[in-house]
């Protein structure tokens, strides 16, 4: 008996869409924004999320359940998500926190480097002493970022790359903390609140050579912030000297989402 057109059309039609569901699956393309992925965040308290609450049992690293690598993954339904940035970071805690990231991580983020040109020190002499003293202590951060933080730099991201060669690499910059000539009538003099952008712009181009170096993606947050940094009119995105003092000048809940989850996101999807 003569098979129908249609019924042979049925079945070629079925037929193709089980093949190309089958090559879908060999080549990997099954996924939407939300696939299941392997996602590593590295780095300081910028990406550990200091600053912005929520800390649950991490300790002195101060994991937040509100800092952009979590709210990525809460993004992302199925992401495997390793978190292992911590605060206090430099590059060489960072080479230790890539010793447990998974081989098979599809995308990294980061942020390091902060801590290893002196941000602390920088904002303690800053906040303390002359005008001048403050555009020095700058200046000599600033010497480092230049001459020695780009190979320290490198051996991170060429850590990452050995240890997930197949994974993305996304790598973060640090805020302006200013608006200059801001709102805030006390607090740091002008003189100084632009000494401190001018660090942070430098560093900023320094992390964005050795990236591109490295193949890695840079993610430039500075504009993010503006508007909402300190001594703006809705400086929401950053605390000033606050306590606990080690979160002075690290982002708010806001901060994090505004500030680096939403440049992330539009960078990546």
């Not at 926190?97 to 390091?112: C, D, H, K, N, R």
């Not at 193949?215 to 000033?240: E, K, M, T, W």
């Amino acid at each position: 008996m003569a098979v129908p057109a249609r019924s042979i059309t049925r079945n070629l039609q079925r037929m193709c869409a089980a093949l190309g569901v089958a090559l879908l699956v060999c080549l990997g393309f099954t996924g939407t924004a939300g696939a299941a992925t392997s996602y590593v965040a590295l780095g300081d308290s910028y990406s550990s999320g200091v600053g912005a609450g929520d800390y649950g049992s991490s300790g002195a690293c101060k994991r937040s359940a509100n800092a952009y690598g979590q709210l990525y993954a809460n993004a992302h339904s199925g992401t495997t998500f390793t978190f292992l940035a911590c605060s206090g970071a430099k590059t060489g805690d960072v080479l230790t926190q890539i010793g447990s990231m998974p081989s098979s991580a599809g995308l990294v983020t980061v942020t390091v480097g902060g801590n290893d040109a002196g941000f602390t020190d920088v904002i303690t002499t800053c906040t303390l002493n002359s005008d001048q003293t403050c555009v020095d202590r700058v200046n000599t951060a600033k010497a480092y970022v230049q001459n020695t933080l780009p190979g320290l730099l490198d051996k991170v991201y060429a850590a990452v790359k050995a240890k997930a060669p197949s994974s993305k690499l996304v790598v973060l910059s640090y805020p302006r903390f200013y608006t200059v000539p801001g709102s805030c009538s006390v607090g740091l003099s002008d003189t100084k609140r632009s000494a401190i952008n001018s660090g942070a712009d430098t560093i900023a181009g320094v992390i964005s050579a050795r990236a591109s170096a490295a193949g890695a993606q840079f993610v430039d947050v500075r504009s993010a912030f503006d508007g909402h940094n300190i001594c703006s009119s809705a400086s929401d995105y950053l605390h000033s000297l606050t306590f606990p003092v080690d979160e002075s000048y690290h982002p708010t809940a806001a901060g994090q989402r505004g500030g680096y989850y939403t440049p992330l996101t539009s960078a990546i999807g």
